[in-house]
């Protein structure tokens, strides 16, 4: 007999465990525990309470490794005190990068589209580690604070090619990028571009992109019109709960974090500490997404069989206090995952998934790294300094900082070029009406007659040394061409 799975399980706070007890036993019912081991790992507000900033154990952590695979309930994210959110640590620990959530009418959810009778059957692909979520917050005068928003090539590459990927899977024929590249034509830009680069290995699958407002106002007028969304982070984070809440809510939406070593299967929604321990939490989220999770173990059989189960439960009209008709006695957490269990082999009247003869094999596991490595899309780029932005904590006019700028520069290669305030232009020129606060960004670029890679970095901190002699640097920006290409923006109104 081969050895069995194995998989790290750790049930979760609040209604966590109820969930997960009536997910494993529904697994069992379905002959999931034959081929699967799950091994209990500690992680949540008990390790948070023994002092662990992390919420998880060393060996938590060991085992998730060497599993590969975490399968977990919701955990309570702890309000100050240090402790992070699991879920955020644990998707950038183990890079989980590509966060994918499936939306589907479900029969029995009643929602305004399916009494309209539109179908909602798609999927979001959310980037998972960078963007604002890399929590790189200052404070950076006493009115001023900043979260720096990272987006990398490699990053956006990941992610585009596994929505692709997995596009080309569900048999999907479009993928669209939702993005703000309009605005911030650098990151957003960088996102879009590398989606429009990934999009030309997949040229069976459509491609498009949508500014992400207008993607929202469209999720919500005609959602049917989408298959697939990638997005990144934070805005993928926005937009994926939006969609929940047009399939009926966070307790529909299944959620699986795929990393190239570790990936994690876990509840979209929280601990609910509202109604735990009392036996009324809905499982069927953690349920999807266990089935997710059978499916990237190839154990696709099963995963057919629970999932029509299900279909087959909410057709009936069976539901938890949560949802469904409300004249209809609801049944407790477990009682709902024993009907599924009673209804496995059954087909449901709409959506039934067909249950292939047998299971695929199970996925390769790539090599454990032994170091940590640096991935790089672009390489070879000639760069070239051409000046500094630096950032400054004072309550001076523009026009006051100008001067004091231009006097400090005079004997540098360097000539001051703009003064802005929260992005918008206030020097060389502005307007009245622009309010300014106590941070300002000065730009100092080659002064005439100096080429640009004539001079190195060095040059521009001993710029900043001379400011730094009289006023507070909080902030330098290095300005370079990256093969003769400004990387930088213009300032607002420049
Ligand atoms: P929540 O999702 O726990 O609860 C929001 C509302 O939905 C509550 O009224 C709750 O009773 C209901 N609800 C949630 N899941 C349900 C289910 N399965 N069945 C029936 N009703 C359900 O969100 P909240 O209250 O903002 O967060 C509570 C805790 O959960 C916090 O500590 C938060 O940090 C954590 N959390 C953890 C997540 C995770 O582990 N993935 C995700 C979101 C929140």
Request: charged share 20%.
């Amino acid at each position: 007999m081969p050895a069995k799975t194995s998989i790290a399980l750790a049930a979760g706070d609040g209604i966590g465990p109820e969930i997960m007890n009536a997910t494993l036993d529904l697994m069992k019912c379905a002959g999931v525990l034959e081929q699967v081991e799950f091994i209990p790992v500690e992680m949540g507000a008990s390790v948070f309470a023994t002092g662990n900033t992390r919420g998880m154990t060393d060996d938590a952590i060991k085992t998730v490794e060497s599993c590969g695979v975490l399968f977990k309930g919701p955990m309570e994210t702890p309000k100050g005190g240090g402790g992070k959110s699991i879920n955020v640590t644990a998707r950038k620990l183990w890079n989980a990068f590509a966060n994918l959530r499936v939306f589907r009418s479900l029969p029995g959810v009643e929602t305004v589209y399916s009494r309209a009778g539109v179908p909602v059957d798609f999927s979001v692909v959310r980037e998972n580690v960078e963007d604002t979520y890399g929590g790189v917050e200052h404070r950076l005068s006493s009115d001023t604070v900043q979260c720096k928003r990272l987006i990398t090539a490699p990053g956006c590459d990941e992610v585009h090619r596994f929505a692709f990927q997995t596009a080309r899977k569900l048999g999907l024929k479009k993928v669209h990028c939702g993005h703000k590249a309009n605005i911030m034509k650098m990151t957003d830009g960088l996102f879009l571009d590398r989606f429009r680069a990934t999009a030309k290995d997949f040229p069976e699958i459509e491609s498009a992109d949508v500014i992400v407002d207008a993607l929202c106002m469209n999720l919500v007028v005609k959602p049917q019109q989408y298959q697939m969304i990638v997005l990144p982070n934070l805005q993928g984070d926005i937009v994926s709960d939006l969609c929940a809440g047009l399939v009926g809510g966070l307790g529909f939406a299944p959620s699986a974090n795929i990393g190239k070593h570790i990936s994690i299967f876990e509840a979209v929604h929280g601990t609910a500490p509202d109604i735990a321990g009392r036996g009324l939490a809905n499982p069927t989220s953690l349920v999807l997404s266990g089935i997710m999770m059978l499916r990237h173990l190839g154990l696709v059989k099963e995963a057919a069989n629970i999932e029509n189960a299900l279909l087959v439960t909410l057709e009936s009209g069976i539901h938890t206090s949560d949802f469904g008709d409300k004249t209809k006695p609801a049944v407790n957490t477990f009682e709902f995952s024993r009907a599924i269990a009673d209804r496995l082999g059954q087909k449901p009247r709409a959506g039934a998934v067909p249950v292939p003869d047998a299971n695929e094999p199970p996925r390769e596991r790539h090599e454990r790294p032994h170091g940590q490595e640096v991935i790089r899309t672009f390489k070879g780029i000639v760069t070239s300094v051409v000046g500094a932005d630096f950032y400054l904590d004072t309550p001076l006019s523009p026009i006051a900082l100008a001067e004091e700028m231009t006097r400090i520069a005079g004997d540098t290669p360097f000539k001051l070029s703009l003064i802005s305030n929260r992005g918008t232009q206030v020097w060389p020129t502005g307007s009245v009406y622009t309010e300014c606060v106590d941070y300002y960004r000065v730009r100092f670029e080659l002064k005439d007659g100096v080429a640009a890679g004539t001079i190195g970095q060095s040059r521009t901190v001993a710029l900043m040394d001379k400011i730094a002699e009289k006023f507070t640097v909080c902030g330098y920006e290095l300005l370079r061409l990256f093969d003769g290409v400004k990387g930088y923006s213009m300032a607002q109104g420049q």
